[in-house]
């Protein structure tokens, strides 16, 4: 949780996916371009399961070892088995490195996600659902 915080006070990038499935020491994470993604589960901070929402973090270091390539994030520009590629979040540059931070985002507390479902407010991903309002007349 150290690296999340961090992450959040400096104001990093931040992109959101969830884990399609986990096959051995590799989980597929689709992210919100529809991509899906075969990731390592030793590059989460800790192992995600299949169904959990994930964040991703992008902190710029000038020895990082993520660089951005068109529109991913590539570790190591060589040779497998160091090749993988995530989308790039917003705002991350051509011209800089990275440090990447994959945690795994909690279930809401029980009590608190039934709470919201007898209201009538939706719980995606353990964030949430915006809701809208009318008014009456």
Do not use: C, N
Not at 37 to 61: I, K, N, T
Not at 108 to 132: C, F, N
């Amino acid at each position: 949780m150290t690296g999340l915080v961090l992450a959040a006070l400096l104001g990093v990038s931040m992109l959101p996916g969830v884990v399609d499935r986990v096959e051995g020491d590799w989980a597929v994470v689709e992210w919100p371009d529809r991509s899906v993604r075969d990731l390592p589960m030793a590059l989460f901070e800790q192992p995600p399961r299949e169904g959990q929402a994930v964040r991703l973090w992008l902190l710029a270091h000038p020895r990082g070892p993520w660089q951005r390539v068109d529109d991913d994030l590539r570790l190591g520009l060589g040779a497998p088995p160091f090749d993988f590629s995530i989308p790039a979040p917003q705002g991350a540059r051509t011209d800089r490195r990275y440090l990447v931070l994959l945690t795994v985002v909690p279930p809401p507390e029980h009590g608190v996600a039934a709470d919201r479902a007898q209201e009538g407010r939706v719980v995606a991903g353990g964030l949430e659902t915006p809701q809208t309002q009318t008014m009456r007349k």
